[in-house]
């Protein structure tokens, strides 16, 4: 608008240091009072529309932020709708469906663009290759990996520390197509190409052109003239280029039946696993190196790692954690157990900011972190794992492990894409970390770093979510049944390890079911029944306890022993 004709505003001398620049120009306007002319470059103006649009994507996109899937769908095709009808109807602003007038040809070196389209074409190869170069920046960063453990999981990604506001509203701000038939024609080839496969797309996007504008074209030709040789009226009729939909339709459906992952995969080469690779080696005694990132914290003496006070938490007619007090110091092994249903896994949500209490508080470090976001939570330094496991299952192992340093790393898109040296070195430094944590399962997770986390095995799942929290540099780690779906060997291997990471300097809070590893390693047991805690101390004195065995084994049973 401000390079075109559309908006003439009286002269004043206001313009005048524009007119010096070269950007507006005074105009005589018959029988009246002399109007400005703005014509600023197209040049300045195309870094300038790109931000319009992306405030435009920002403001769209925030309201929508609690959607999800196809509500966000039907809402972005909405807006899709919703706009160009706003511009076509303000023509005071837009001129309407005639578009604007006066705008004056982009220049080169004194080249002048003019009206022929073939230097726009240029332009346009050229910003097509700049944003596919962006899109490969991205994709191996901070900001590229944040954005896919979003759409994996979003409250895992919270949980790792991802901004998931924040990085969302950034992904609105990035070129999307607004027209319904472009959006289709977009799925159709990234459905062709390959999800997820810059080239894949990108090989995509030119079989559908070529074929839209090329190949159908000529076909027609083709059956024209077949038609004429057999006297046919109907095949003489025939415009293929009208069907592009129904061909789209036929590609989606045979891509879906016979190449899902499209013509170039987004291909995770990972070579097949050697004999020694695919045995696991059950180690025992813990881990034998020790971790660099991870040190114990030094607190004033008396002030407990993590402290609650009066948590209550209701869903509807339940009390799931009903007052509940308890305090962990630095450098122990905390086990909380308690029968099903007694509200372990809400107390971690709690403290994890998942769920916010609907009273009571909790101290991390001495400090009150009760309602904060989970991904601030992370940065104070409490990292946790999920009973019902929260991988980001299309991501490999490592970009999962890299996702949980999200919280300790800086790079943003700007970096991420000009890649200066800092940047470099920052990603360089969380994949030599995100190694030396994998190292921790020994010949268990090493060697499929490059495999989809969906692929692994269930208790390798289980111990990549342990990897992923503790890469994030945890001060206190909270895991919810560590063990379940191990075998009685796995266990206890990975109890071991668990003590060993405690030895470093890890505080743990541990949810388990079995009784053989809780007593094992932790230094102090807590036990929940119905919400509240009904018995707290050392392994021995708990198990001795009698309102314990009456909530594990009833109250026959207690009045037998
Ligand atoms: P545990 O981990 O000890 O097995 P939970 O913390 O998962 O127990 O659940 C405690 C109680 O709270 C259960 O009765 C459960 O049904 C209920 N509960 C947990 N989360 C929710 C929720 N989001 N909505 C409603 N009820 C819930
Ligand atoms: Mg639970």
Redesign the pocket.
């Given at each position: 608008m401000v390079a075109s004709t559309q908006i003439t505003p009286p002269w004043t001398d206001v313009w005048q240091p524009l007119q010096w620049l070269g950007l507006a120009s005074r105009a005589h306007v018959e029988g009246g009072l002399d109007v400005v002319h703005l014509h600023v470059s197209f040049w300045l103006m195309l870094p300038g529309a790109a931000l319009v649009a992306a405030l435009c994507g920002i403001l769209f996109g925030a309201p929508t932020l609690r959607l999800r899937g196809d509500y966000l769908a039907i809402v972005t095709l909405g807006f899709g709708e919703i706009v160009p009808i706003v511009v076509r109807n303000t023509p005071d602003w837009t001129n309407g469906p005639m578009g604007l007038n006066g705008v004056i040809s982009p220049q080169v070196f004194g080249f002048r663009f003019g009206v022929t389209s073939t230097p726009y074409y240029y332009l346009a190869a050229f910003l097509v290759a700049l944003l596919v170069f962006v899109s490969y920046r991205l994709k191996d960063s901070r900001i590229g990996r944040a954005w896919m453990a979003i759409r994996e999981d979003e409250i895992a990604a919270g949980a790792m520390g991802v901004n998931r506001t924040r990085l969302k509203l950034m992904a609105f701000s990035t070129p999307d197509m607004f027209q319904f038939p472009v959006s289709v024609m977009v799925l159709v080839m990234i459905v062709l190409g390959g999800m997820g496969s810059v080239p894949g797309v990108v090989l995509g996007a030119l079989i559908l052109q070529l074929l839209q504008s090329w190949f159908l074209q000529d076909l027609t030709q083709w059956v024209h003239a077949l038609g004429r040789l057999v006297g046919s009226e109907g095949l003489q009729q025939v415009e293929l280029v009208q069907t592009i939909e129904l061909i789209f339709g036929i590609i989606l459906v045979l891509m879906m039946l016979y190449r899902r992952e499209g013509l170039i995969p987004a291909s995770r080469t990972t070579a097949s696993l050697s004999l020694t690779e695919q045995a696991a080696m059950p180690s025992r005694g813990g881990i034998g190196v020790s971790l660099s990132g991870i040190r114990a914290v030094q607190l004033p003496a008396g002030t407990p790692m993590l402290e609650v006070l009066g948590l209550t938490k209701r869903?509807?007619g339940?009390t799931?954690?009903k007052d509940l007090g308890f305090t962990i110091d630095p450098r122990t092994v905390v086990g909380l157990i308690?029968?099903?249903?007694?509200?372990?896994?809400?107390?971690f949500?709690l403290v994890t900011g998942l769920?916010t209490p609907d009273s009571g508080r909790v101290f991390f470090m001495g400090e009150d972190i009760t309602g904060l976001p989970s991904h601030t939570i992370v940065e104070r330094g409490i990292a946790r794992t999920f009973?019902t496991l929260r991988l980001f299952a299309n991501m490999t192992v490592l970009e999962n492990v890299l996702v949980g340093m999200h919280a300790r790393t800086r790079a943003n898109a700007v970096g991420a894409v000009l890649l200066p040296p800092s940047v470099r070195a920052e990603e360089h430094g969380a994949r030599a970390w995100a190694m030396e944590v994998l190292a921790i399962f020994g010949n268990r997770l090493l060697p499929r770093v490059n495999h989809l986390a969906g692929s692994l095995s269930y208790a390798n799942r289980r111990r990549l979510e342990i990897a992923r929290a503790v890469a994030a540099r945890p001060r206190l780690l909270l895991l919810?049944e560590p063990t379940a779906g191990m075998n009685p060997a796995e266990t206890m291997e990975l109890a071991e390890q668990i003590r060993s990471l405690n030895k470093m300097g890890l505080t743990v809070l541990l949810?388990e079911h079995k009784l053989n590893v809780v007593n094992t390693i932790s230094d102090k047991v807590a036990v929940?029944d119905y919400?509240e805690k009904i018995a707290e101390g050392r392994v021995e004195e708990v198990h001795r306890n009698e309102d314990v065995i009456r909530a594990y084994l009833g109250r026959t049973a207690a009045a037998g022993i």
């Open positions: 869903f509807g339940i799931a954690v308690g029968p099903n249903g007694s509200g372990k896994t809400t107390f949500n769920d009973q919810d949810i929940l919400g």
